[in-house]
């Protein structure tokens, strides 16, 4: 285990809705990474947080929004629910230090499933 | 912008046996972390090596280790002595070290592994 977890397990919401997913990060770390991976595919780079800031964001839309709180847990948000963000949202934490990355370690995820 | 190619979707293997899976990268970066990381059919990813370009010492993780190649812009792993237990899917990933790794993990499409008893 990674220490790092997220809530809900399973999500199913249809079209049109919005969604909040949740993530806790390892202890000690004060950065967070969200990823999309479809069924079949490998994880695709949403957008880290670094104390409480959006620091990259890959090639996702404005309706990906994302939250750091002060103890580094964070959300991801996602507006607008389309049938294509059916997928598992991945949350990795890690430590960044003097802007340097290190090892990102992951969560279990959250199946999210778009009717 | 990187690539991760991963051209072997599937390889099975007898246990006890050694494997190698293939991934290829594409960057203009000079330093830069590359990792495997292992996702089984509960589907936490879990870290299982990772190398540092600078270092051009192969990183070892007990059964686990890489071929790092950095002008070939290849990054193998070998895993020795199978076990069922290594059945998953294998992911490839690179981030490059400038920046703070805020363009996040690139990943490869993944090989799927199953180790047969």
């Known amino acids: 285990e990674t220490g790092v977890t997220q809530s809900p397990t399973h999500l199913i919401k249809t079209r049109g809705q919005q969604v909040t997913l949740r993530c806790s990060s390892q202890s000690g770390h004060n950065t967070v990474s969200w990823y999309q991976q479809a069924l079949g595919q490998g994880p695709q780079f949403i957008f880290q947080?670094?104390?409480?800031?959006?620091?990259g964001r890959g090639n996702f839309p404005p309706r990906f929004s994302g939250l750091q709180f002060p103890n580094y847990s964070s959300e991801l948000n996602v507006n607008a629910l389309e049938l294509d963000d059916s997928a598992l949202y991945l949350c990795?934490?890690?430590?960044?230090?003097?802007?340097?990355?290190?090892?990102?370690?992951f969560g279990p995820g959250t199946r999210l499933t778009v009717l | 912008a990187q690539t991760v190619t991963q051209s072997q979707p599937e390889m099975s293997v007898q246990e006890a046996e050694t494997v190698t899976l293939s991934c290829t990268y594409d960057?203009?970066?000079?330093?830069?972390?590359l990792f495997w990381y292992k996702q089984p059919p509960s589907r936490q990813m879990i870290l299982v090596i990772r190398?540092?370009?600078?270092?051009?010492q192969n990183a070892t993780e007990n059964r686990f280790s890489v071929n790092f190649q950095k002008a070939a812009k290849s990054f193998s792993l070998k895993i020795s002595d199978s076990q069922l237990g290594d059945t998953a899917m294998y992911f490839c990933?690179?981030?490059?070290?400038?920046?703070?790794?805020?363009?996040?993990?690139?990943f490869g499409k993944g090989t799927h592994l199953i180790i047969q008893p």
């Open positions: 190398q540092e370009a600078y270092k051009q």
């Open positions: 947080y670094y104390r409480e800031e959006e620091n």
């Open positions: 960057t203009s970066e000079n330093n830069y972390y």
């Open positions: 990795a934490s890690s430590l960044a230090l003097a802007g340097a990355s290190d090892t990102q370690y």
């Open positions: 990933a690179f981030i490059a070290y400038s920046g703070g790794g805020a363009d996040g993990l690139t």
